[in-house]
């Protein structure tokens, strides 16, 4: 089936009609209509740092691998170890061409011995798809397309255990981070996952498409008394971004390999079915050895000491010299002062490096250097 919408007929998510009669301002996003924002993008963004907010992610890509070998075909396919992965937990992990380029980076849910729930990003999911369909041939394991088959909620921040709780009977206690269980929400049949992309503890839950506005409806009302509110794609960005968290298209791309952004971790060159074959080993590898000897750049924070706002894009400077460029930046609401993340010469890496700067429209802004993440909740 042919998922690619046509150029000026944007997809709707099961929640469409949801979203316009709250007001949302849309979005084209990766071919979808999205919201963008609700109301005020800094209020949403607080109430996620500080309440609870709910968001509608249906535009990302479920794709089902299941199988005797399906296991072994996401070893082969992806640069993670999957078949170590226990029933009920999830990965976070890689796709990266033959050259170590990164195709997308993935969470991967093992929903049971032979199945697996791939989720891949909106703007990637049908070269993810392709990708481990030629990758399965000689693997006793079928790839399915599975992004009509569900809808996404999110409900993020510190109420949501709380507000989650009152609506299921399913352990949410026991649910690690990076784990999943099937159970019911607000009498839905639902994947109950703790993952999020903003920084605090929160849940993702995969329902069929019918049961989207039940479930939203039910959500919304249960979070009314502690402030959960409606959140769109914005402030979605913010959250992550003072995560330290990467963003497909902007630090991530074919042209870095996972140890280029400082990801290496996620490359399991240890994992021992198909012999340790995976595509883009020998790359992987040669990378690796660079990243250790002398990585040519390193993602860094960057914390602006004026009010003006660097995009991605924009080069840092120092001592009049080109020495990176920004891959995101923002105001930071729960900082109060703009933020980006930048690939900058190694040398230039160190925390309070000094005579950093961005060139915004010509004029060099000084930025402080730090570690990432900006922003790390208390356990």
């Known amino acids: 089936m042919n998922h690619a919408p046509p150029s000026s007929t944007p997809r709707t998510t099961a929640l469409d009609a949801t979203h316009r009669a709250l007001g949302a301002t849309m979005t084209d996003f ?5 919201p963008l924002r609700y109301g005020s993008e800094r209020d949403e963004h607080n109430a996620v740092r500080t309440r609870a907010g709910l968001f509608d992610l249906s535009h990302m890509g479920e794709i089902t691998v299941s199988g005797p070998a399906a296991g072994r075909l996401l070893d082969y396919a992806l640069v993670g170890d999957i078949g170590a992965v226990a029933v009920g937990r999830a990965r976070y992990t890689m796709i990266c061409r033959e050259d170590g380029g990164i195709l997308d980076d993935l969470i991967v849910y093992r929903l049971g011995e032979d199945e697996f729930l791939v989720v891949a990003n909106a703007s990637n999911a049908q070269t993810v798809l392709d990708a481990l ?8 394991a079928e790839v399915r397309d599975d992004r009509d088959a569900y809808a996404l909620l999110a409900v993020q921040g510190p109420r949501s255990p709380g507000i989650l709780k009152s609506l299921t009977d399913a352990d949410l206690d026991g649910l ?8 019911t929400v607000a009498g839905v049949p639902a994947l109950i996952a703790r993952t999020g992309y903003t920084g605090e503890d929160g849940f993702e839950l995969f329902v069929e498409p019918k ?6 409806r039910a ?9 959960l509110v409606p959140c769109g794609l914005s402030c979605r960005d913010t959250l992550r971004l003072e995560a330290g968290m990467p963003l497909y298209g902007n630090e991530l791309t074919t042209g870095l390999t996972p140890f280029d952004a400082g990801l290496g971790r996620v490359v399991k060159f240890g994992k021992t079915s198909n012999e340790g ?7 992987l590898e040669a990378a690796a050895e660079r990243a250790a000897s002398a990585p040519p ?3 860094v924070g960057l914390v602006a000491e004026g009010r003006r706002v660097p995009r991605a894009g924009y080069q840092v400077v120092a001592d009049g010299v080109v020495v990176g460029e ?11 002062r703009p933020i980006a993340m930048a690939y900058v010469d190694a040398s230039y890496a160190g925390p309070r490096t000094p005579g950093v700067g961005v060139d915004i429209r010509g004029t060099h802004e000084p930025y402080e250097v730090v570690a990432l993440p900006f922003y790390k909740r208390q356990k």
């Open 326 to 336: 920004v891959t995101s930046g923002a105001p930071s609401p729960t900082l109060g």
């Open 30 to 34: 990766a071919g979808w209509d999205m």
């Open 219 to 227: 959500l919304t009302e249960a979070g009314e008394g502690v402030g």
């Open 211 to 216: 049961y989207a506005e039940t479930l939203w």
């Open 277 to 283: 074959a995976f595509v883009g080993r020998e790359a």
């Open 133 to 140: 369909t030629a990758r399965a041939d000689g693997f006793d």
């Open 176 to 183: 690690k981070y990076y784990a999943g269980l099937p159970g």
């Open 297 to 299: 750049r390193k993602l």
